[in-house]
C-alpha cells in the first residue's frame, strides 16, 4: 500500500528537510552532489513520489508528511494508561512523521518503565527494569511497520500496571499465516520497513519478534503472547517482570 500515489498530496505537504536528512542516510554525499537531480526525481528514485500522478506515494506522506492524519485518519498512535480495573487514568494521541512517533513512544515507555533492584545471588544489587525498552521498541515498530494503513484505527499501546498491550489495524499479511508466524516474513509496507532499518530501529528483516522475546526472557519477563487469528488486527501481550 506504502508504494501507492496518495492523490490530492503535492510537494507542500512534505517536510523536505526530512527527506533530505534520510536520503543521506542512504545515499552518499558524491552521489547526491553528482546526479543534479532534481527534487520529485530525487523523491521518485527512492519510491517516495509517482511520477505519473505527480503526488507522493503514502510512503512518502507516512515518513515525510506534514499533516499525514489528513491523508491518512489512522496514521497516529493512541496510549492509554489504566489502572488494575481497566479505568483508564491518562492518554495521548501521537501523530507526525514516522520517527518522530517512535521517539515521542520511547520518551512515554521510558518514562513508566519503572526499574528497582534485585539481589543478584549475593551481596551486590542490580538495577532492573519492569520492561527490556529494546522490547518495546520493537514490538512497537513491528506493529506500525505491519499495519494497515488503509483503515482509520490507529495502533493501540494500553499500559496496564501488568503488562502492556499493543493492537494493530490488520491482519496477517501475504504468505505469513497463524501457522507460520514469527518464522515467515512478508511486508504490507516494504517501504516503511525498509525505512525502519535506515534510521536504525530495525537490525535485521525478520528477527525483530525473536529477538524480542529473546530480550524479554533474558529479563524475566515472561515470553510475548501474539493474538494473529483474526485477519483485522494483530494484538501482543506483554507481560511485566514479576517483583521478587
Not at 34 to 40: C, D, I, S, V
Amino acid at each position: 500500500m506504502d508504494v501507492q500515489p496518495c492523490r490530492g498530496a503535492s510537494l507542500d505537504d512534505l517536510a523536505l528537510d526530512l527527506f533530505s536528512e534520510y536520503r543521506r542516510k542512504v545515499i552518499s554525499p558524491e552521489i547526491i552532489e553528482e546526479n543534479g537531480r532534481n527534487l520529485t526525481d530525487q523523491l521518485s528514485a527512492l519510491r517516495f513520489w509517482d511520477h505519473q500522478e505527480n503526488v507522493p506515494t503514502y510512503a512518502g506522506i507516512i515518513l515525510f508528511g506534514i499533516n499525514s492524519r489528513y491523508f491518512l485518519p489512522g496514521n497516529y498512535i493512541q496510549f492509554i494508561q489504566l489502572d488494575a480495573d481497566g479505568t483508564p487514568i491518562a492518554g495521548q494521541e501521537i501523530s507526525g512523521d514516522l520517527r518522530n512517533m517512535i521517539q515521542r513512544m520511547e520518551q512515554i515507555f521510558e518514562a513508566r518503565n519503572l526499574q528497582f533492584l534485585e539481589h543478584s545471588g549475593g551481596f551486590e544489587e542490580i538495577a532492573v527494569k519492569t520492561y527490556p525498552p529494546f522490547s518495546l521498541r520493537e514490538l512497537l515498530i513491528n506493529a506500525i511497520v505491519h499495519r494497515d494503513y488503509t483503515s482509520n484505527a490507529p495502533v493501540r499501546v494500553s499500559w496496564f500496571p501488568d503488562r502492556i498491550e499493543i493492537l494493530n489495524p490488520g491482519g496477517l499479511f501475504g504468505q505469513v499465516n497463524p501457522n507460520n508466524f514469527p518464522r515467515i516474513n512478508d511486508y504490507r509496507n516494504p517501504l516503511i520497513a525498509e525505512a525502519a532499518k535506515m534510521y536504525g530501529y530495525v537490525e535485521r528483516y525478520g528477527i525483530g519478534v525473536r529477538r524480542a522475546t529473546e530480550l524479554l526472557l533474558k529479563n524475566g519477563n515472561p515470553a510475548p503472547v501474539f493474538e494473529v487469528a483474526d485477519p483485522s488486527y494483530v494484538r501482543v501481550e506483554i507481560l511485566a517482570r514479576p517483583r521478587p
